[in-house]
Nanobody, 121 residues
Framework: QVQLVESGGGLVQPGGSLRLSCAAS????????MGWYRQAPGNQRDLVAV???????DYADSVKGRFTISRDNAKNTVYLQMNSLKPEDTAVYYC???????????????WGKGTLVTVSS
């Protein structure tokens, strides 16, 4: 079985920074795209940023220039560096990965349980 475990959330003041991490473990053959989504109370879950296995990235317009997604393929880990945080960035942040597993031999999306980011003074 595959697990995605996020860390790094917390309370930060407006203008501050946080770095989220998400490590994948289990019977992994290959990880394709990895990404971060977020969901604020009463809202749908939206894409924040995504990174391919080759390092190509894409961002939601609301975070361009402030957030940076990166990954360490050797560690099966994806990161989200969040700078110049705003109160509207407050949400639960979820890690997502498209993973091909060895046992069972399959490919599908996996989700982490989420980590809360609160931006408030």
């Amino acid at each position: 079985q595959v697990q995605l475990v996020e860390s790094g959330g917390g309370l930060v003041q407006p203008g501050g920074s946080l770095r989220l991490s998400c490590a994948a473990s289990g019977s992994i053959f290959r990880i394709n795209d990895m990404g971060w989504y977020r969901q604020a109370p009463g809202n749908q879950r939206d894409l924040v940023a995504v990174i391919s296995s080759g390092g190509s990235t894409d961002y939601a317009d609301s975070v361009k220039g402030r957030f940076t997604i990166s990954r360490d393929n050797a560690k099966n880990t994806v990161y989200l560096q969040m700078n110049s945080l705003k109160p509207e960035d407050t949400a639960v942040y979820y890690c997502n990965a498209d993973i091909r597993t060895v046992v069972p031999l399959a490919q599908r999306q996996y989700w982490g349980k989420g980590t809360l980011v609160t931006v408030s003074s």
